[in-house]
């Protein structure tokens, strides 16, 4: 895999996470290996890095691109869901920080051949795993009217589902719908022509929740946070990049519970229900790419980073 990602926001990643250079950090969402490469080149001689993803290729990709740290990464294909596992099957009962890109990489948008781009001629796939056994092309051609307008709304947040369902039906009927360009050129008919001069295509939306169902990218985000504190050691850094509003929503809204001591009633005489604090949010707001690195990385433009530190 020649074709290498930018990575959104590196400077601000490496400032929050690599707290201390001695550490041990986990990238669970390695990619190309952009963000680890930056990490790497900031730990000592005795701090540790451990890359995951689920993607064979990025697992390929960043092993070569890290083969400078030597012994001091260890890169395997591994859902970040299941993090726990892997620190425990690599004899680490807790870590200095953990790293979510939560976004596509360039590479997989542009090279991957999966369909996950309405602007190229793909079969229609979009698993980041490949031994997953669903697929887009499955879900396209066989859900029902409703639940294929379930997944547009829930995880798409398309307003206009239900019409991009009934089109999507009847043209399954005449044939299969097999490539991301029909696909995309499918659900832009259902958008009257006033669409064409927006930024983001009418397809967008559609193309997010089939990948996300697909994946089951919410569930394994929620598994994750539901995980991770147990593992952090106090001063633990979590940074987490967001792209669309289902999964920030989710990360903030589990930052802020985290930081939130006892929930108990005012009337309550003493507390009963035992919550102290578990993180604090270094920012309370989102940290967003300056214009500058927009316009030299237009992906950036969607990203939100938030960090929370283990108390």
């Known amino acids: 895999m020649k074709y290498l990602h930018q990575p959104v926001l590196v400077h601000d990643v490496v400032k929050y996470l690599v707290y201390n250079p001695d550490g041990t950090y986990v990238d669970g969402t390695v990619g190309p290996g952009g963000h680890s490469q930056a990490v790497g080149k900031h730990l000592s001689g005795k701090g540790r890095l451990v890359c995951l993803d689920l993607d064979p290729d990025a697992v390929r990709t960043s092993k070569k691109r890290m083969s400078f740290l030597g012994d001091s990464v260890r890169i395997m294909k591994a859902n970040f869901a299941d993090m726990d ?11 200095d920080g953990v790293l ?5 990489s360039s590479y997989q948008l542009e090279k991957s051949g999966r369909g996950f781009s309405f602007s190229r001629n793909e079969p229609l796939d979009m698993r980041m795993d490949p031994q997953n056994e669903l697929t887009a092309l499955q879900l396209v051609n066989n859900l029902e009217p409703r639940d294929l307008e379930r997944v547009l709304k829930n995880y798409g947040e398309e307003r206009r589902a239900k019409a991009i369902a009934r089109a999507i039906v009847r043209a399954r009927l005449k044939s299969p719908i ?9 659900v832009k008919s259902v958008f009257s022509p006033s669409h064409n001069s927006w930024a983001r295509h009418p397809a967008t939306r559609t193309f997010q929740a089939l990948r996300i169902t697909v994946n089951r990218e919410l569930q394994n985000l929620e598994r994750f946070l539901n995980k991770i504190p147990p593992l952090m050691v106090k001063g633990g850094r979590l940074v987490i990049l967001s792209y669309h509003s289902l999964e920030d929503r989710l990360v903030k809204q589990t930052m ?8 108990c009633p005012p009337e309550f005489p003493r507390c009963v229900c035992g919550k102290v604090p578990l993180f604090k949010r270094l920012f309370k707001k989102g940290l ?3 214009e500058t690195e927009i316009k030299n990385n237009p992906r950036a433009r969607s990203a939100i980073l938030r960090v929370a530190e283990r108390v």
């Open 288 to 290: 967003k790419a300056s």
């Open 100 to 104: 979510l890109d939560l976004g596509m």
């Open 178 to 186: 097999e490539t991301s360009s029909h696909l995309g050129t499918l």
């Open 256 to 263: 802020v519970n985290w930081e939130r001591p006892c929930t």
């Open 85 to 95: 596992n892997v620190l425990a099957d690599l004899g680490y009962k807790v870590i």
